[in-house]
């Protein structure tokens, strides 16, 4: 037990400061976009060169973790994830930073590893929980990553943040993509380091293969259960989950700058309000929320939640402060629904095949996270940068409705 605790430790510290990174260029996109004199559907392509990468990658790194082990994959995913940074600080053109994008997609994050890991240390009633505890701590990387990448590019001299960066030697002023991406591949190589001096192999490829006795419900072998409904629609709507959470984060972006014309460190800051949102709805609701009232009702309640903060952003989007709690509230209800329908799937799974199954869903969100900011891009040049965040209100409807039916065939399953 206490070796688990050790090992979740680790793996929470691991994802956190790898995830730190894939979040930096947010706050980038406006000023970006004015260096090189591209579009706003440009920049959602260079947001969305990454999860596609890594939609590609994700179930590749997956068979290899349920091969060899999380803990060399980890290794492996960290250090491609520092080169790739260290070519995005090098890069002096458009196509550059294209292309070291592309290659941070394929070395991939801990994302799906660091799930499967977790899942590897819970049993079937707690796989929602330990995976959310997973999920936090990418929630928070997402919130302090934004607010790295803002600080580190001091636009405006005069401010606090220039003031800082000119106090340990760095340009006061002027916007500059070099320095974030040095820190990001800095925080991948010490990502490293926690890996080999922290964490504890959880899957032992040969003991995988047997089935736990205390098993709590039926388990099946990942190419058995893809042709099951319910997974097939749990990697649907983790999919819905990327389209909606890269898709509000991007969107949020946008609007600021063509709304209200805040600058990028405003945007990073302002943005936090999501980030935190997911972290505490993850992180400190959803345990709780699990044992308390089930893991159908979670999907159900965290759907409506989501919708609700939606509605409030969309109603008072002429008062940003209100319009940013709404966001947040979104942000935390969607982290209750998404990370559970993902722990729903994973106790359907047999435990040799856990790194593969939740290679394909995590691929699956990152498909979702492709298309959300080429979609949000195109309509917030073409429409209004407020229309994206009404076909987000009507994905998470859906989940709504997903969730009303989990919820109703537990009632069936087990009545009374």
Not at 94 to 110: E, H, N, S, Y
Not at 388 to 394: E, S, V
Request: some cysteine; glycine content about 12%; proline content about 5%.
């Amino acid at each position: 037990m206490n070796d688990n605790r050790r090992t979740m430790r680790a793996l929470l510290t691991i994802v956190f400061i790898s995830a730190v990174p894939t979040t930096l260029i947010l706050p980038m996109m406006p000023s970006l976009g004015t260096q090189f004199g591209v579009s706003p559907a440009e920049l959602g392509f260079l947001v969305g060169i990454y999860p596609l990468m890594s939609m590609l990658a994700s179930p590749f790194w997956g068979k290899l973790s349920d091969r060899y082990g999380r803990k060399p994959i980890l290794i492996c995913t960290l250090a491609g994830g520092a080169l790739a940074f260290l070519v995005f600080a090098l890069s002096s053109s458009w196509v550059g930073l294209f292309i070291a994008r592309a290659m941070q997609g394929l070395a991939g994050t801990p994302r799906g590893i660091g799930f499967a890991a977790a899942s590897d240390m819970a049993g079937d009633s707690e796989k929602s929980s330990s995976m959310g505890r997973v999920a936090a701590a990418m929630a928070i990387a997402f919130t302090v990553g934004p607010l790295i990448g803002g600080l580190f590019m001091g636009e405006n001299p005069d401010s606090w943040i220039g003031q800082l960066r000119a106090s340990v030697g760095l340009p006061g002023a002027g916007f500059n993509h070099v320095i974030p991406s040095l820190v990001g591949m800095t925080l991948n190589l010490i990502g490293i380091g926690v890996v080999v001096t922290g964490f504890k192999e959880t899957l032992v490829p040969s003991e995988a293969k047997t089935k736990p006795e205390n098993a709590e419900t039926e388990t099946h072998s990942f190419g058995e259960a893809i042709f099951h409904v319910s997974v097939l629609l749990a990697i649907a709507f983790f999919l819905l989950s990327g389209f909606i959470q890269n898709s509000l984060m991007f969107s949020f972006t946008l609007w600021a700058d063509l709304t209200l014309g805040w600058k990028a460190q405003l945007i990073a800051w302002s943005g936090a309000f999501v980030g935190v949102g997911f972290a505490i709805g993850s992180g400190l609701v959803l345990r709780p929320m699990v044992r308390r009232i089930g893991q159908e009702k979670t999907v159900l309640t965290g759907a409506l939640i989501d919708a609700s903060g939606l509605v409030i952003f969309l109603v008072f989007q002429a008062t940003p402060l209100i319009a940013l709690m709404g966001l947040m509230v979104a942000s935390l209800g969607g982290s209750l629904w998404s990370t559970t329908i993902l722990g729903l799937m994973s106790r359907q799974i047999d435990p040799a095949d856990q790194g593969l199954a939740l290679g394909v869903a995590n691929g699956a969100a990152l498909l979702g996270r492709v298309i959300g900011p080429a979609f949000v891009g195109l309509m917030a040049g073409s429409v209004d940068p407020g229309a994206p965040f009404m076909i987000i209100l009507g994905c998470v409807l859906m989940a709504v409705v997903r969730g009303a039916a989990l919820v109703r065939a537990h009632a069936k399953k087990y009545p009374g």
